[in-house]
């Protein structure tokens, strides 16, 4: 097994441990960062003028899925080594959270123990997202599905910039064509155009399925169910 997973991407033997525990706290410290900025962007109105309006946007872009999902992929690929992804993945998540609720608990005066649980859930479930992708990275058909599934949730985010006009929606489509990018750099040039062409292929499978819809409504009824 670890020799065909060797034949996808070969982890870097070589990493100093120094290296990895800076890139570790680094990605921490960015977490961390990302989550206070997501919970002030919240408390601010957009009346307050244009300071108000970019604060606003910036709310709209950290509300939304995409981003977190350009960060994790770039922070996971970027790895030396797949347990390096799933653990430097793992510690952006929870620091976003931390930061992100310690602010609402003794800024804002409030928080929600259940919603708190599901994200935390989300940010456990990165890890086995992260290790998918950081063999995205590498050679071959099972690399190139890995590395088309990021980019199809976010295909599956943005392409609705066409009728709404979203800038959201167009970042989503920026995010995605980016990743598509970085995941053939290093690469033959034939992986980006196979890679392109399976994450439209599971983009319109995703929406033709609701599979984003029912994996979430799912997770809905297991939080239900704990808080019975």
Same mark, same amino acid.
Request: aromatic share 16%; hydrophobic share 55%; glycine share 6%.
């Given at each position: 097994?670890? /020799?065909?997973?060797?034949?996808?991407?070969?982890?870097?033997?070589?990493?100093?441990?120094?290296?990895? #525990?800076?890139?570790?706290?680094?990605?921490?410290? @960015? %977490?961390? &960062?990302?989550?206070?900025?997501?919970?002030?962007?919240?408390?601010?109105?957009?009346?307050?003028?244009?300071?108000?309006?970019?604060?606003?946007?910036?709310?709209?872009?950290?509300?939304?899925?995409?981003?977190?999902? @350009?960060?994790?992929? $770039?922070?996971?690929?970027?790895?030396?080594?797949?347990?390096?992804?799933?653990?430097?993945?793992?510690?952006?998540? #929870?620091?976003?959270?931390?930061?992100?609720?310690?602010?609402?608990?003794?800024?804002?005066?409030?928080?929600?123990?259940?919603?708190? *649980?599901?994200? &935390? +859930?989300?940010? *456990?479930?990165?890890? $086995?997202?992260?290790?998918?992708?950081?063999? %995205?990275?590498?050679? %071959?058909?099972?690399?190139?599905?890995?590395?088309?599934?990021?980019?199809?949730?976010?295909?599956?985010?943005?392409?609705?910039?066409?009728?709404?006009?979203?800038? +959201?929606?167009? *970042?989503?489509?920026?995010?995605?064509? +980016? *990743?598509?990018?970085? @995941?053939?750099?290093?690469?033959?040039? /034939?992986?980006? $155009?196979?890679?392109?062409?399976?994450?439209?292929?599971?983009?319109?499978?995703?929406?033709?399925?609701?599979? #984003?819809? $029912?994996?979430?409504?799912?997770?809905?009824?297991?939080?239900?169910?704990?808080?019975?």
């Amino acid at each position: 097994m670890k /020799e065909k997973l060797n034949a996808i991407r070969k982890p870097n033997q070589y990493c100093k441990k120094s290296s990895v #525990l800076l890139m570790f706290v680094i990605i921490v410290l @960015f %977490g961390f &960062t990302m989550g206070v900025i997501s919970k002030y962007s919240d408390t601010i109105s957009s009346n307050n003028g244009i300071y108000g309006v970019v604060i606003h946007c910036i709310s709209e872009v950290t509300t939304q899925m995409g981003i977190w999902v @350009f960060l994790a992929s $770039i922070i996971a690929m970027y790895s030396s080594k797949p347990k390096f992804a799933m653990i430097n993945s793992l510690g952006f998540f #929870l620091a976003m959270l931390f930061a992100y609720y310690l602010y609402s608990i003794f800024i804002c005066g409030f928080y929600s123990a259940r919603v708190i *649980l599901y994200w &935390t +859930v989300f940010a *456990l479930a990165s890890t $086995i997202c992260a290790c998918i992708v950081w063999y %995205g990275k590498g050679n %071959g058909w099972v690399s190139d599905i890995f590395a088309s599934l990021p980019i199809a949730v976010l295909f599956q985010s943005g392409y609705r910039f066409y009728y709404t006009l979203s800038a +959201v929606h167009v *970042l989503d489509m920026i995010f995605a064509l +980016v *990743l598509l990018i970085l @995941f053939s750099i290093g690469n033959k040039k /034939e992986k980006g $155009i196979r890679v392109l062409i399976l994450a439209i292929v599971l983009s319109l499978i995703v929406r033709r399925f609701s599979i #984003l819809s $029912i994996l979430l409504a799912l997770l809905d009824k297991v939080l239900q169910f704990i808080y019975m």
